[in-house]
Structure formats: structure tokens, C-alpha cells
């Protein structure tokens, strides 16, 4: 709990129960395609492999409703939107989209909210979207329709482990499409790499790396795996737990990863993620930086004027409750939580930390009204006293040692 607070700003955030979030403007927007030509096999994010003309049309419909609805809606819901300054095509598999819909889309978003003449939009893509001449050849369409930054889900450079997640690509189709999109002219290139694979070695893990370093990119982002519950990798990982890297090979894949990166000058700027210099993903810093954004597609989550919403993990549903005059993107049903002024001080701490910068002293104050040492201050010195976190005079952030203990850091503050 918050110690005794004599700030007045903080007892005015705290009384009134509109939080620094809910008052900033909001410039970010998630689109969430639900379309992939097969599932991974470790792979839990909604999506459905049924990608026809008529499911991606209802879909595109459906989109361009809930931003009609967020744009018209949002006043009378006290939230502000101002010029976007990201836009992110998330999935599922983007790139299996006519690109004609993704570009009548922005066109659309464009109009309804307007962008800052730099905002950031990026497609996720799978490299077999792009491993021909012939499909590479329309790449140059997406950047005309304003795409930006395009972020490939590479995973490895191993075939043999490509195979094994049951993914579609190879590792000739990475570098094709990589290539190729670099000479369509995209300004950004990122990639997705993945460690504590089935089978997966440091040696497979040094290969993607020397891989990497061969390619135009300028984002990685390297994502332990997770197994999802229910997917066919859980129950692999139930039958025959000595297929997966235990958790000590896992810890050193991910050092292997940070050490090469930055060999190759990439600034490690958040726990799994990595950015050539300019290079940072402004889309998710808003994320990290517990900042506002809106969201539209099944399964999309939004944070707009301090509530946290999801929208339903069905296309079905998702639509019915698009149409739906009481619902659609401030439905009552969607949401998650009302992030009170106790849980936004936890929120930039906990979701800050995971930024090597990590939490400035003058940020927490300016959006609290407090300093954190008031909020957090017995924990956070017993944080730094097992070498966990380091408190600077302006900010404090995790130690390297805090990087592998980032959940328990995170609990320890709720
Ligand atoms: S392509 Fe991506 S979203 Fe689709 S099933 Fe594979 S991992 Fe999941």
C-alpha cells in the first residue's frame, strides 16, 4: 500500500480516480489479423486458418466499424485521441492479407484520426508470404500504402527446428524475404527470433545469430518459449520434457543472443528486445511505458481513458459485438480492469523496469504526483540489497542479475 502521501497533486489523482493514463491523449492502434495459413505448434494467439475472401471481407468490415465506433464514441467516453504516432498490424499472419485491405485500412484509420507525419506502422509478416519473386514483387505496393517497418517472425536458422515449431518457412525463405524487403525500400526491418527450443543447441542459437548478422535488420526481438497450455507443445513437453533445453542451457541461449547483438550494435534496450540506434519499437515503448492505446480485432486488447479491455477470441463474436449498439469498443462486457491511481503507480513501475533505462524519477513524479521511494520504498531497498535493481539518484532500473529475476521483481511490487 501507498505510505502517507502529503502531496496534494497526489491525493487530487488519487480522490478523483482519473489516473495520468486516463487523461493523456491516445496516439498508439493495434489491429489484431486473425488469419494463418496453419498453426504453429506451439502457438496460442488467436487465429484461425480459415483465410477466404468472405471470412477476411467480414473481418475488414468489422475493423473498419469498431475505429468508425472508437472515433465517434470516444468523447462521450472522456477519451481523447490525437494524430497516431504508431500503428501495428499484429497477428496471426498479417502478411496473408490482400494488400489492397491493408492499405484501404490505413487509408480509413488515416482519415478517422489522422497520423503524425513520422508515425511508425508496421506489418508482422511471415517469411513465406515473401519467398518468391513473384509474391516478393508486391512488397513495394505495402510501403506505398504506408507501411513503414515490417517485423518477420524468423524464430531460427535451423530447417530442422523451423520444422519441428511447424512453421512454414525455411531459413532461404527468411533471407529472401529479409532481402527483399530491404530493396522495396521499408525504412525498418525486424525480426522475432525464439530460444529453449525442442532440440534447439547454443550452436543452432550462434548459426541464427551469424544469420542475423548477415541480414539488413535493425529489431530483434528474442522471446524464450513459453508453453501454452493446451497447445500440441504441451502435451509433447508433458510426454518427453528431455526434448526441451532445461532451464540453465535456456539462461545461456539468451546471453549468447544479448552478447552477439550487441557485438553486432544493437543496444539491448528492453529485456527481450534489441534495437540498432533509431531503431527502438515506438509501438511498443507505448506498451512498456504504460501509455494509452486503442485496439480493433478479435482478441485485441485496448487501455483507453484507465480501463483495460479485450475484446472476445472469436471472429463470431467479435463481429456480433462490433454490431452491437450497447457494446462495440467501450462495451461494458470487454473490460478487463479500471486501472485505479494505486495500480497505474504499479504499472509504470513494474511494465517500466522492463526498459534497460528503466524508471526515471522525474517520469514517476509527473505522472503520480509522488516519488516512488513514498510509494515503493522498503521494497525497493530490499530489491537493491539482493543486487536485483539499481537505485540511482534519478532513476532506478534492474541489474543484469535483475533481468533473470524480472517476474519475481514484478511481484514483489504488486
Ligand atoms: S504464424 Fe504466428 S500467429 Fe500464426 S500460428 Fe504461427 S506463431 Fe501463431
Known sequence: ?????????????????????????????????????????????????????????????????????????AASHKVCTAPLRTVYFGGGTPSVLPHQVIGSLIERARALFSFEASCDITLEANPESYNSEKKAGSLGSLVAAG??????????????????????????????????????????????????????????????????????????????????????FDFLFRASPELFPQDGLEREMTYQVTASLK???????????????????????????????????????????????????????????????????????SIEERVDEASARIETMVLGLRLLDGVTRSRFKERHGIDYDQVFGDRLRSLQGRGLLVCEKACIRLTEKGFDFADLVARELL
Open 1 to 73: 500500500m501507498p505510505a502517507k502521501d502529503p502531496d496534494p497533486v497526489a491525493k487530487d489523482l488519487e480522490g478523483s480516480g482519473v489516473t495520468h493514463a486516463a487523461r493523456q491523449p491516445v496516439t498508439s492502434l493495434y489491429i489484431h489479423v486473425p488469419f494463418c495459413l496453419s498453426k504453429c505448434l506451439y502457438c496460442d494467439f488467436y487465429s484461425i486458418t480459415d483465410c477466404t475472401n468472405e471470412w477476411i471481407g467480414r473481418w475488414q468490415r468489422g475493423i473498419i466499424l469498431e475505429l468508425e465506433r472508437i472515433a465517434g464514441e
Open 147 to 232: 507501411i513503414n517497418r515490417v517485423s518477420f517472425g524468423m524464430q531460427s536458422s535451423s530447417n530442422a527446428i523451423l520444422s519441428r515449431l511447424g512453421r512454414r518457412h525455411t531459413a532461404a525463405d527468411a533471407e529472401f524475404a529479409i532481402a527483399a524487403a530491404s530493396r522495396a525500400g521499408f525504412e525498418h526491418i525486424a525480426v522475432d527470433l525464439m530460444t529453449g527450443l525442442p532440440g534447439q543447441t547454443l550452436e543452432n542459437i550462434l548459426e541464427t545469430l551469424d544469420m542475423v548478422r548477415s541480414l539488413p535488420v535493425d529489431h530483434v526481438s528474442s522471446y524464450a518459449l513459453c508453453i501454452a497450455e493446451g497447445t500440441p
Open 263 to 333: 557485438s553486432q550494435g544493437f543496444e539491448h534496450y528492453e529485456i527481450s528486445n534489441f534495437a540498432k540506434p533509431g531503431a527502438r519499437s515506438r509501438h511498443n515503448l507505448t506498451y512498456w511505458e504504460a501509455d494509452p492505446y486503442m485496439a480493433a480485432g478479435p482478441a485485441a486488447a485496448s487501455y483507453m481513458g484507465g480501463v483495460r479491455r479485450c475484446n472476445p477470441a472469436s471472429l463470431e463474436q467479435w463481429l456480433a459485438r462490433t454490431e452491437d449498439a450497447g457494446e462495440g469498443p467501450f462495451g461494458m462486457t
